[in-house]
């Protein structure tokens, strides 16, 4: 059953602490991506790696967000330090990238929560 | 303006009934186009993948592109109490990032 598989599911810090999380993309798709979700903006595109290289990340704020792809079978965004603002869903997508498509498929997601 | 412009609904209707789901977009280099269901507290669900203009038909569900005129529908003939759930159009270049729509809020009524 190929599926992204994301974690933690649920994450509450304090404001200030460092969070991670984790991204199992599915095997054999080359491209990942990190999208934040929140009622207000909906789905927005933090960045995305295509073979392990990052295409785009001007979606996320470079001060406290770092997004890494250590090996193809792990993505990492990483909020350092975190704020009650970054309180959302965020989602992992990939996609297999052949013949310029960019169809993607969703992990379930880690509810963030910064008190 | 967004790149891509989606009605929040929500939208309410009976068991049975057809429903047309729309997005209009600004980029005329968009050429694929998705449709994404979403149930509450789950990942965005691919339902529906067209390239370029025309119509594309899934079961129940069928998908229509207009370029020209910059807008894409998702039809669901027959609805059902379990299509409840947000709708998210998303389009791309080709090989770029996706951009996605505020997704419509659905719920069929039994």
């Known amino acids: 059953d190929a599926r992204v598989t994301q974690t933690p599911r649920h994450k509450v810090t304090e404001m200030g602490q460092e969070v991670t999380m984790r991204c199992q993309p599915i095997l054999g798709h080359n491209t990942v991506f990190w999208y934040r979700q929140t009622m207000m903006q909906g789905l927005e595109l933090l960045a995305y790696f295509r073979n392990r290289a990052p295409l785009d990340d001007s979606g996320m704020p470079k001060d406290r967000f770092s997004a890494e792809m250590p090996d193809a079978t792990l993505a990492t965004l990483k909020i350092q330090p975190s704020e009650p603002r970054d309180s959302a869903v965020y989602f992992c997508?990939?996609?297999?990238?052949?013949?310029?498509?960019?169809?993607?498929?969703f992990g379930q997601g880690t509810r963030l929560t910064v008190v | 303006q967004k790149e891509v412009e989606q009605d929040p609904g929500p939208l309410s209707v009976p068991e049975g009934a057809i429903v047309s789901l729309n997005c209009t977009y600004s980029?005329?280099?968009?050429?694929?186009f998705m449709w994404y269901r979403q149930y509450s507290r789950k990942g965005p669900e691919l339902l529906m993948y067209t390239y370029s203009s025309g119509n594309k038909e899934d079961g129940r569900f069928t998908a229509q592109v207009d370029k020209s005129s910059k807008y894409i529908s998702l039809f669901i003939r027959d609805s059902q109490p379990s299509d409840s759930a947000t709708y998210l159009c998303?389009?791309?270049?080709?090989?770029?990032?996706?951009?996605f729509g505020q997704g419509t809020r659905l719920t069929i009524n039994p």
């Open positions: 980029n005329s280099a968009f050429q694929y």
């Open positions: 997508a990939s996609g297999p990238g052949q013949g310029g498509t960019t169809e993607a498929f």
């Open positions: 998303a389009m791309s270049q080709g090989a770029q990032k996706l951009v």
